[in-house]
């Protein structure tokens, strides 16, 4: 692959409504044409936004998908009519098939429930609960919500008669901020609810949410919001750089590893310079997920290539940046030294001056060169969006595994859609249902504690050691050299009054020590306040801490799993606001001219 992956185009349809006898002949046959009708409006708005924005999606032929529980009444009825406008059915069982069969009333439901299974592109079977059946129908609920993108309510819009139901999903979905196409039972408009129409609204109050009549012309405005890329000029641009990426093998700036070598930190390793293939090394790292995964003892089968690809190439790339980009601060700060040490060397070897002369000029220009290039190259820019990017696209896989469990959404989300954004819910979007009978939840569990949360655990406790190893030396150092300074400066008095004769005849070298030895010491002070070294160590042990409370949590609450899909979208909600405040905290230390 030699660019990263476009995502496949899709658009994911969940459905929710009443059973008999709260939906009869009657409604049935009154609600059948308007759900006809709001399916085709969506799939014949899809196919325009991607005949459109065709550029920005992978090759394969668009995919309409309608998540659906195939219970009796409304999702029996809006699959048969989804599988005619040309949709494929992903089915999520709140039961295993034969135990869920128990709650049909009747045969013919029996029947159509194994006809539209057997029809069904994927079926994944939840546990039951020990908490009873309105449990497993809320969490089979809570996965309609996590694969859809917006949610048809065949609803007669009366509260809710206990979780698991149709007003409780409804409530749960607006609360996520999916748009709810509500079809009413009594034949009135059917209307779509979101909060997409005001960002201010109320989310906890179904009358007081934004509502448009549905019609045609809603459809494309809802399905351009929902699928098409950030239309921001800039926005696009960014998309337009990383599809066109293409992998950065060398990695030539070094500046910052040498600086951790030299300050027995990190050793220099053959990754410093050079990385692999991007597709084979995340294959090896992504390996014993893969195995998990394909061995299926726990029973679940969830597709991931999309989500690995994408998350290879964003995690890779944001290394080969992050490595220019601190390189870039540290090469200006010791030019910036060396071009002032420069100067006041001529005041030592007036013989040389010229040539000092000459390499103070260098050194000013590679550091106005530097920045220059990591500027137009964007370094700052392009690591905090892929880095970003990657550890949204990461927890990804656990959630897919677990079949319930949705992304998180960033917090302090700004008002206009980021490209970042938009790329990693088309991923998650493509990668559809998992497929299966989850039979062993604690297995599932300690898995994903293990191999998802256990490395970050480690990598932020690593980071914080290294962190704060590296703010304390470089603290050390600086206050070294300005009491150095100092030093010179005092015996520079002392001698004035004591041997004047002596300092005068070496008064070159103490004004050489007395200004060559602060800026040092400011150079180094400013890459440690420009790294931010102290927070970010900081920041990790915090991240660390919170993490390990998620793992001791999974590892007691394995068989619970309602609980086990709250911790792992909070473990990935911890993961995500840790990268919201650091990317807060870089977001203004560009590369940049004085």
């Known amino acids: 692959m030699s660019h990263p992956p476009r995502p496949g185009f899709g658009l994911a349809v969940g459905i929710t409504g009443h059973r008999p006898p709260l939906l009869d002949a009657a409604a ?8 006809r009708e709001a399916l085709v409006a969506l799939a014949e708005a899809a196919a325009r936004i991607h005949a459109a924005e065709a550029r920005y999606f ?91 993108d917006v949610l048809v309510a065949l609803w007669d819009g009366a509260p809710g008669r206990g979780i698991g139901g149709t007003a409780d999903l409804v409530a749960r979905a607006l609360r996520q901020g999916l748009p709810v196409i509500h079809v009413p ?8 609810r979101w909060a997409g129409y005001d960002p201010l609204a109320n989310p906890d109050s179904f009358d007081q949410m934004p509502a448009r009549t549905f019609d045609p012309a809603a459809a494309d405005a809802l399905v351009v919001q929902l699928l098409a890329p950030p239309a921001a000029p800039v926005e696009r641009a960014c998309l337009d750089r990383f599809l066109g990426e293409t992998e950065r093998r060398v990695r030539a700036r070094v500046e910052y590893p040498a600086l951790l070598a030299v300050l027995g930190i990190k050793r220099l390793r053959r990754a410093t310079f050079r990385s692999g293939p991007y597709d084979a090394d995340t294959r090896r790292e992504w390996e014993r997920f893969r195995t998990f995964c394909r061995d299926g003892a726990h029973g679940v089968r969830p597709r991931l290539d999309s989500i690995e690809a994408a998350y290879g190439w964003s995690d890779r790339l944001a290394q080969h940046f992050a490595q220019s980009y601190r390189s870039g601060h540290v090469l200006n700060f010791l030019l910036g030294a060396a071009a002032v040490l420069l100067a006041l060397s001529g005041l030592l070897f007036k013989e040389l001056k010229f040539w000092l002369a000459l390499c103070e000029l260098a050194a000013v220009a590679g550091f106005v060169l530097n920045t220059r290039v990591g500027i137009a190259r964007e370094w700052h820019r392009r690591w905090l969006d892929y880095r970003q990017l990657a ?24 008002r206009e859609p980021r490209w970042l954004d938009w790329y990693a819910a088309a991923v998650w979007r493509a990668s559809g249902c998992a497929s299966g009978c989850l039979s062993d939840r604690r297995a599932v569990a300690a898995f994903i504690a293990e ?43 002392v001698g004035y009054v004591a041997a004047h004769a002596w300092v005068r005849a070496n008064a070159g070298v103490f004004v050489a020590l007395s200004a060559g030895l602060p800026a040092l010491g400011a150079a180094i002070f400013g890459i440690r306040v420009q790294g931010d070294f102290g927070a970010s160590a900081a920041r990790s042990s915090a991240t660390a801490a919170d993490l390990a409370r998620y793992v001791d949590a999974l590892e007691a609450n394995g068989d619970d799993l309602p609980r086990v899909v709250d911790l792992v979208e909070g473990a990935a909600a911890t993961m995500l606001a840790d990268l919201s405040d650091w990317r807060q905290a ?7 001219l004085p």
């Open 586 to 592: 870089y977001e203004r230390r560009q590369l940049e």
């Open 58 to 148: 992978a090759d394969a032929p668009p995919s309409l998908r309608f998540v659906t529980p195939l219970a009796e009444g409304a999702d029996q009825l809006a699959a048969e009519l989804a599988l005619a406008a040309g949709y494929r059915v992903e089915a999520v069982l709140p039961l295993p098939r034969d135990d869920y069969r128990r709650d049909f009333t009747d045969n013919a439901s029996d029947n159509a429930f194994d006809a539209l299974l057997d029809r069904a592109g994927c079926a994944l079977e939840l546990p039951a609960l020990p908490a009873g059946r309105p449990a497993s129908y809320a969490l089979a609920g809570r996965a309609v919500l996590a694969h859809s």
């Open 451 to 493: 191999e998802e949360l256990c490395p970050q655990l480690a990598y932020h406790r690593a980071a914080a050691h290294q962190l704060h190893l590296l703010d304390h030396r470089l603290h050390r150092i600086g206050m070294w050299l300005f009491l150095a300074s100092l030093l010179s400066c005092l015996v520079f008095l």
């Open 185 to 192: 039972l009594d034949g009135g408009a059917t209307v779509i």
């Open 391 to 414: 550890e949204r696209l990461r927890p990804m896989r656990s959630l897919k595994l677990l079949g319930v469990g949705r992304p998180a959404v960033r917090p302090g989300a700004e």
């Open 28 to 35: 049935a046959e009154r609600a059948a044409p308007r759900l």
